[in-house]
């Protein structure tokens, strides 16, 4: 099992910025990819950004409405990894539940899609004021 622990979520102003954070504890794999999600009150669940860890190399991908404000990244050391977002530039409609996901797979096939994961964190509420 794959425990994921979100924090760094908050209020801010429109215009700020908020610094996500999420670990992972449990079991480790070789090759697994860490996503951001968020859902607003009354919205489907929203993907943001992922990052995948195969051996060296890493890959990120983030939705249209993150890219130029949002930026996804992590730390691999042995039997944790962390994953981060950093949030610039907010604005209230990106106010929501921010939750973080992960699965022991690099594929990007269905990267963005909240059934390709196989854990969850219990999510970080994030405001952000007009």
């Known amino acids: 099992q794959v425990q994921l622990v979100e924090s760094g979520g908050g209020l801010v102003q429109a215009g700020g910025s908020l610094r996500l954070s999420c670990a992972a504890s449990g079991r480790t794999f070789s090759r697994y990819t860490m996503g951001w999600f968020r859902q607003a009150p009354g919205k489907e669940r929203e993907f943001v950004a992922a990052i995948s860890w195969a051996g060296g190399s890493t890959s990120t991908y983030y939705a249209d409405s993150a890219k130029g404000r949002y930026t996804i990244s992590g730390d691999n050391a042995k039997n944790t990894v962390s994953v981060y977002l950093q949030m610039n530039s907010l604005k209230p409609e990106d106010t929501a539940v921010y939750s973080c996901?992960?699965?022991?797979?690099?594929?990007?096939?269905?990267?963005?899609?909240?059934?390709?994961?196989?854990?969850w964190g219990q999510g970080t509420q994030v405001t952000v004021s007009s």
């Open positions: 996901a992960a699965k022991a797979s690099t594929s990007s096939v269905g990267i963005s899609g909240y059934a390709y994961y196989d854990y």
